[in-house]
């Protein structure tokens, strides 16, 4: 099993920025890709950004927040960092970190997932 934890949410206002990090602990041989996803009350679960640990396949991003979110790691320690910039209050949401092999980006693939941060953005 691999065990997720997520950090760094919080509130902040629309045009700032976040960022939040996920550290992976366990028998992480298991996964090669590390994701987030977040949703927001009523809406399902979506994937937001995810990444491959060896770094050979470019991050995939949602429509939604390319150009705005960034997704980087530190494979060594397995940590993952989603840098997020100009929030919009549509953002507003609980992100969660999953992992599992690539592509770890949909809710069928990512096999791991933590227990969520919020993000709240204000208008």
């Known amino acids: 099993q691999v065990q997720l934890a997520e950090s760094g949410g919080g509130s902040v206002q629309a045009g700032g920025s976040l960022t939040i990090s996920c550290a992976a602990s366990?028998?992480?041989?298991?996964?090669?890709?590390m994701a987030w996803f977040r949703q927001a009350p009523g809406k399902e679960r979506e994937g937001v950004a995810g990444?491959?640990?060896?770094?050979?396949?470019?991050?995939y991003y949602a429509d939604s927040v390319k150009g705005r979110f960034t997704i980087s790691q530190d494979s060594a320690k397995n940590l993952v960092y989603l840098q997020m910039s100009g929030l919009k209050p549509e953002d507003t949401a609980m992100y969660y970190c999953?992992?599992?092999?690539?592509?770890?980006?949909?809710?069928?693939?990512?096999?791991?997932w933590g227990q969520g941060t919020q993000v709240t953005v204000s208008s």
């Open positions: 999953a992992a599992g092999y690539w592509p770890c980006v949909s809710s069928s693939t990512a096999k791991y």
């Open positions: 366990g028998n992480t041989y298991l996964m090669n890709c």
């Open positions: 990444i491959v640990q060896t770094g050979q396949l470019a991050p």
